[in-house]
């Protein structure tokens, strides 16, 4: 599982339309698209190798997500309900063979919540990438 503050160290970037949502137990991070006025939807680039799977939730009111493999074309714009009580989020398969391609995720709604990526194969990691503050969208 990579969590949306490790995305940076698979060579992954989180656009500046995202705040932060403390989510112990899920993370501890998670990511809330605030789109900001005359700017592009909050966006998520992630280079992957294989298959993989994104973990969303519609947030408190419902929402939506754009899912696009640019390699192959394939995409989705699922409906996500509110989390409810439960938390409850989506997971979104993106199918692929072993080609590394960019995956990116596009928040269409403000409030959807992005909580990570899972992948089923060991990933590029650079271990160079420092940790702290700095990486993290403001809250």
Known sequence: MIFPHQIGAIGGLADNGWRLKWQQGFGPFAYVADPQPEQPPPTVEVP????????V????????????????????EPDLPPEG??????????????????VRLTALTPGVVFY??????PQPVDPTLTFDHTVLPKP
């Open 116 to 121: 990570g990526v899972q992948v089923s194969e």
């Open 85 to 102: 009580d439960t938390g409850q989020t989506q997971n979104l398969a993106v199918p692929g063979g072993v080609a590394y391609r960019t």
């Open 48 to 55: 992957i190798a294989g298959p993989c799977s994104f973990f």
């Open 57 to 76: 939730s519609g947030g408190k009111t419902g929402g939506r997500v754009r899912l696009t493999d640019t390699q192959s074309g394939y995409e989705i």
